[in-house]
């Protein structure tokens, strides 16, 4: 933590930060803190955001996809016919032959006419009505459609692994800028708070602010701004202006004498270069100051 001998044993950054109003801060972190999704998927419900619909869909089809009807068991084939071609006539000429072949009673109905029959007759069935890929889709629809992304990844890859590798495999279907977005705004008060003090050293538009706030600050700001005046507003007229005029005050205050300004000049030349304006309004106290530019 920094101090300056004119306040010492004040903590500079606190005693900054502490002057912008809470929404000014809010809105400040929510404008200007950065942060990768990869820093953050292990610490969210990252479920909240994931599109289980579209998941779900394109699960499906990539079953579709690359499966073939052979993949598929007894049972779903006799479930796909109950459903969707016990009524076709082809179809039922078909188990009409079979239950009289095997004797069955001709009250019988179809779908436990199904039951006699073996996994390849009830494969054949589909096969000659063209239906292989509408089976297929149908079987995986009626397994997954009821599930969610977590239900899904959880059965092929266990929860100790869902729980370290989630983002990994829902990526596709979240919003990174949403979670994001929603990280930052839920994110501690008081964090949001230490981000801009740790930002006023470097920040022009809060150092500005800071001056507008109060033209005290000036002094407290020259000890804390970077000396890059990228990053800082210390080369400017209008903070060098705001600065002398409290040295001024603070000369008069503490009845310094005419070195005090003058050193406060040389630590303001020699950090930032003094304005020309600067320059020529307090020439009367630039003689005392040991430069090369003066050379006195």
Not at 19 to 47: A, L, V
Request: net charge negative; aromatic share 14%; charged share 45%.
């Amino acid at each position: 933590m920094k101090y300056i001998k004119t306040y010492e044993n004040r903590n500079i950054d606190s005693e900054l930060v502490e002057q912008f109003d809470d929404n000014f801060i809010e809105e400040h972190f929510r404008d200007n803190y950065e942060i990768d999704i990869n820093e953050i998927s292990n610490y969210i419900n990252i479920w909240r955001y994931v599109d289980d619909d579209r998941f779900v869909d394109d699960y499906i089809d990539d079953y579709v996809n690359s499966a073939v009807l052979k993949d598929l068991c007894d049972y779903d084939y006799r479930e796909y016919i109950k459903d969707k071609l016990i009524d076709n006539e082809e179809v039922q000429k078909y188990l009409d032959k079979i239950s009289k072949k095997k004797e069955l009673d001709p009250e019988i109905y179809y779908e436990d006419v199904l039951k006699e029959l073996s996994e390849n007759q009830l494969r054949k069935i589909i096969e000659k009505q063209n239906e292989e890929e509408e089976c297929i889709r149908y079987t995986y629809e009626e397994r997954y459609s009821s599930m969610d992304a977590k239900e899904i990844l959880e059965e092929i890859y266990g929860e100790k692994d869902l729980a370290e590798n989630a983002y990994k495999y829902v990526s596709n279907y979240v919003n990174d800028d949403e979670i994001i977005k929603d990280w930052i705004e839920e994110e501690d008060f008081d964090f949001k708070k230490e981000f801009v003090s740790n930002s006023i050293e470097n920040e022009r538009d809060l150092q500005k602010k800071l001056l507008d706030i109060n033209s005290e600050n000036a002094i407290i700001l020259f000890e804390i701004m970077d000396d890059n005046p990228k990053y800082s507003i210390g080369d400017e007229y209008d903070f060098q202006k705001i600065f002398m005029e409290e040295v001024m005050k603070l000369k008069e205050e503490n009845e310094e004498d005419d070195l005090f300004v003058a050193k406060k000049l040389k630590e303001l030349y020699d950090k930032y270069g003094l304005d020309d304006d600067i320059e020529e309004e307090y020439e009367d106290y630039t003689f005392y100051i040991d430069t090369e530019k003066y050379n006195l």
